[in-house]
């Protein structure tokens, strides 16, 4: 077996990774300058007082870096994310720190949830977390295109004590959260024109609007279905039975297979729009009790119905991709049996 040259690497750089980065903030750079400055005239002047404050000030960067690490040490972040999410509409993400220390409290915690090929903008701050403890919080955030929402890890960082350094690490922590894809109101009409694949008709008894057929009335029946034009013996009453619904089958294609290799700018928002109206239409239907089904040109497909909800079809519709023309023919080409 031949080596990884690239895995290597990796796992080089994260061997060597420093466990703790440190950035400057703006009043940190104010402070190093003047202690630069502290420091150059001290040894100009050789002023003793001048070495005093100059170590008072160095003092201050220790004290800085050992308080900022305490308050690192030894935490825990986990990530609660929703059971489902939808482009559009806002959903929270919560992110719990739990401080193991016995004795010593955490200060100004801030907690970066980050995402794989997205800017980390989502953040949670915590004052202060006692020890043996855990704080909780939670960030808002609103997805703006369907698919894998791939999380990472987090970036745990802390100003503490002065806020002149910036001490952070990173956490690995891997979740991930599927965007449905955007549904609009839709309102169908009485005699749909979509593509319907007949459907599911049960001739049995039911609540339907048609009449199956008359029978004596029993214990438990629902009065309001008496017949009364035939219930004329006394003591008798004759029930109507009424006959279950037909429910239909709606069926929807999406063509996701696009010319060349890469598809172009305006194919790409009509493969949205037409996967948004899919997903519109399909649950207006799912709740007006039809059963849907959605065929990509690829050969993928999927039915959902009133008794397994949306939840399938959506899932679907959020992770169906493009592919060029060539690979949606092989796929939907029925296998070749092998004649030996």
Known sequence: MGSNPSGAWAKLRARWRPPRRLKLTREGKYFIFITFGVGVAAINTGNNLMYLLLGMLLSLIIVSGVLSELSLRHLTVTRRLPPRAQVGRPHLVEIEVFNH???VPSYAIEVEDLRAGQPADKRCFFLKISPRSAQVA?????PAR???????????ATRFPFGLFEKSREI????ELIIYPAVDPVRLPHSDAGDRNGGETSLGRGMGDEIHGLR??????????????????????????RANDTRRDVAFSI???HPGAEPDEDWSLRFERRIRDVASRAVAHLKRGDGVSVQASGGERVRAGT?????PLLKFLALLEARPESAEK???RPPVKDAS
């Open 101 to 103: 220390k016995n004795k």
């Open 138 to 142: 939670a960030y808002r955030r609103t």
């Open 146 to 156: 369907r698919g894998r929402d791939l999380h990472v890890g987090f970036r745990v």
């Open 172 to 175: 690995g922590a891997d979740g």
């Open 216 to 241: 004596l009335m029993r214990e438990g029946d629902d009065p309001r279905d008496i017949y009364w034009r035939k219930s004329t013996m006394p003591g008798a009453k004759v029930l109507r039975e």
């Open 255 to 257: 063509d996701s297979g």
């Open 307 to 311: 008794t397994v909800g949306a939840d």
């Open 330 to 332: 092989l796929a939907a």
